[in-house]
């Protein structure tokens, strides 16, 4: 599982995702899909950068924070730590393993949006495990799925 961030006028936004895939070798390209009921969607239409976060194993809070909590309803960011990425966009300080790429294209997908990102900026801890989708499907979503 994946937490995506972005940037955008006012508060950032952030959601779980689990619809993800590299696409490219070379040049490296990385599919990911929002959902179209969450606010992440809304502020990604507008961004020309998102952040791909691999969540750690560890990391079920987190995961919950941004898998069954909405935007629309509070700011997921005052519940954890982050900073600043490229160009403003949230690094989550708990996700060691992350990827900024800016966005190529976007394309419609029925309930979800596909963002064709061009990886330019990362960050890795080799050997941290990943939260899998099998502990995240028992969560509640944000928004009706």
Do not use: Y
Request: proline share 7%; charged share 25%.
């Amino acid at each position: 599982m994946f937490i995506v961030t972005v940037a955008g006028a006012g508060k950032p936004a952030g959601c779980l995702v689990g619809f993800t895939t590299q696409c490219s070798i070379d040049p490296p390209r990385f599919l990911v899909c929002l959902s179209d009921k969450n606010r992440t969607l809304r502020m990604a239409m507008e961004a020309t950068v998102l952040v791909v976060h691999l969540v750690p194993s560890e990391a079920t809070k987190l995961a919950d924070l941004f898998g069954g909590q909405t935007g629309d309803e509070i700011d997921k960011f005052e519940h954890c730590s982050w900073k600043p990425g490229p160009e403003g966009t949230p690094i989550l300080e708990e996700c060691s393993n992350w990827f900024a790429g800016r966005i190529l294209e976007r394309m419609d997908a029925g309930d979800h949006r596909v963002f064709l990102l061009d990886p330019f900026e990362a960050a890795s801890a080799p050997g941290e495990r990943q939260f899998d989708f099998h502990r995240a499907r028992r969560m509640e979503p944000g928004h009706e799925a």
